[in-house]
């Protein structure tokens, strides 16, 4: 019944009006993609975590970073948002973007989360990877759950100054109003120390990746957890990538967390995108492939050895468009669709786009038209096994969203 709770290794969270996580999506959790040896997304975290520990090694050659991944995806709303500043009616909080366990409690839809408690945990340098949960549109290279990584490093005055060989003040004495260059607290001083090392690291590392002939550009951004903010993006195959999102971690972030005569850095970066451009993996949905012909390219000794990644072969796709009007007394979003149809289709489903949108003029009604083009990674599939799936696909549509096919 719809009433029971929903248990996760054991604990129960009791269902309320915020829970829209499927069995379909709980069915990830564990999978840990980014620990299996010989995957992809294994081989990618190998490499940049070496980078790390070359990069910033201690007296001995020991590790400066200290190295996660395996914190459970389940977070609390503070660790996913509030601790990060993220603002009440931000649209990112949103139950159409997240998967909800109940209003408390979601599975972390970025890697970001674990980072106050971290630094309240002492830390100063660390890098943390998991699995990471977002509700979104379904093509080649969206998937509901994908792998991050982001990481931290922090350092006092004294320490800045050790690094830069020169005595220099990390705090205002008396905050100034907020430049698009630096946060209030921060003296510029300081904060183009720290940019510099922050971006000396991130071109370093994807020149570790990609090779020195990379072409790069750093465009500003935004995040409420840090300022300034970049992205950087990578020229690759005629289009530019945004590989990372980064900044100077908020002042107040640290200070709420006991950390308040700390400057420092955080980035965070998928590593699916970053793996399909690497190892050159057409299709998301490889990822969760557990067919050998895909497993065993990526059986290398080396973690540094270049993979180029070569499809078995390619399968044809089926398209199928789907019509109906939507509910008139209850919400719907796109995104609720999309559920549905990765719950019933499973990795058949290729990509989902809507294509017509119509509001009757009397009526005020509106109709949606779907086209979901379905292909199989590892075979071909007959008109007949499609048609059934797209039938199931209308009736358990019109049954859990109330929409009328037309
Ligand atoms: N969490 C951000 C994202 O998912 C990335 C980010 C991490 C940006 C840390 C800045 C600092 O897009």
Redesign the pocket.
């Known amino acids: 019944g719809h009433a029971e709770p929903i248990v996760i290794r054991g604990i129960e969270y009791p269902r309320d009006s915020f829970t829209n996580v499927t069995p379909k999506i709980l069915s990830f959790i564990g999978k840990n993609k980014h620990n299996q040896e010989k995957h992809p997304l294994c081989l990618l975290k190998k490499r940049i975590t070496n980078y790390f520990y070359t990069r910033f090694a201690g007296r001995t050659g020991n590790p400066i970073f200290s190295m996660y991944d395996s914190i459970h995806p389940v977070v609390t709303v503070h660790e996913n948002f509030d601790s990060l500043l993220i603002p009440k009616d931000h649209v990112s909080r949103s139950k159409s973007d997240c998967y909800y366990i109940n209003e408390k409690y979601l599975l972390r839809?970025?890697?970001?989360a674990h980072?106050s408690e971290l630094i309240s945990m002492g830390l100063d340098n660390f890098v943390v990877f998991g699995d990471?949960y977002r509700r979104d549109e379904i093509d080649s290279s969206h998937y509901p759950v994908f792998h991050?990584a982001?990481s931290v490093r922090l350092c006092n005055q004294n320490q800045l100054c050790m690094r830069i060989q020169n005595e220099i003040e990390v705090f205002e004495k008396k905050p100034t109003e907020e430049f698009s260059y630096k946060q209030p607290e921060h003296t510029l001083d300081a904060s183009k120390v720290v940019e510099q090392e922050l971006k000396a690291f991130l071109i370093g590392l994807t020149e570790h990746l990609f090779g020195k002939g990379i072409q790069y550009k750093w465009t500003d951004?935004y995040?409420p957890?840090?300022h300034p903010?970049w992205e950087l993006e990578i020229y690759f195959k005629d289009s530019w990538l945004e590989l990372?999102?980064?900044?100077l971690?908020r002042h107040q972030i640290l200070k709420n967390v006991g950390a308040g005569d700390r400057i420092g850095w955080?980035?965070?970066?998928?590593l699916e995108r970053l793996a399909m451009a690497l190892y050159s993996i057409p299709d998301i949905r490889l990822f969760w492939s557990e067919d050998p012909g895909f497993l065993c390219q990526f059986d290398v000794e080396d973690v540094n050895k270049n993979v180029t990644y070569k499809p078995v072969s390619e399968y044809p796709p089926c398209i199928n468009d789907i019509s109906f009007w939507l509910p008139e007394t209850q919400e719907y979003s796109s995104n609720d669709f999309y559920d549905l149809v990765r719950s019933v289709g499973g990795d058949l489903i290729e990509q989902i786009r809507l294509i017509d949108s119509f509001t009757h003029p009397k009526k005020g009604t509106t109709s949606h038209c779907y086209r979901i083009v379905y292909r199989h990674l590892e075979k071909t599939l007959t008109q007949e096994e499609v048609n059934q799936l797209h039938k199931a696909i209308e009736l358990a549509a019109a049954e859990n969203l109330q929409v009328k096919i037309r």
Do not use: E, K, V, Y
Request: some cysteine.
């Open positions: 839809a970025h890697t970001t980072q990471t991050q982001d951004s995040f957890f840090t903010s990372l999102g980064c900044g971690i955080a980035f965070g970066l998928g």
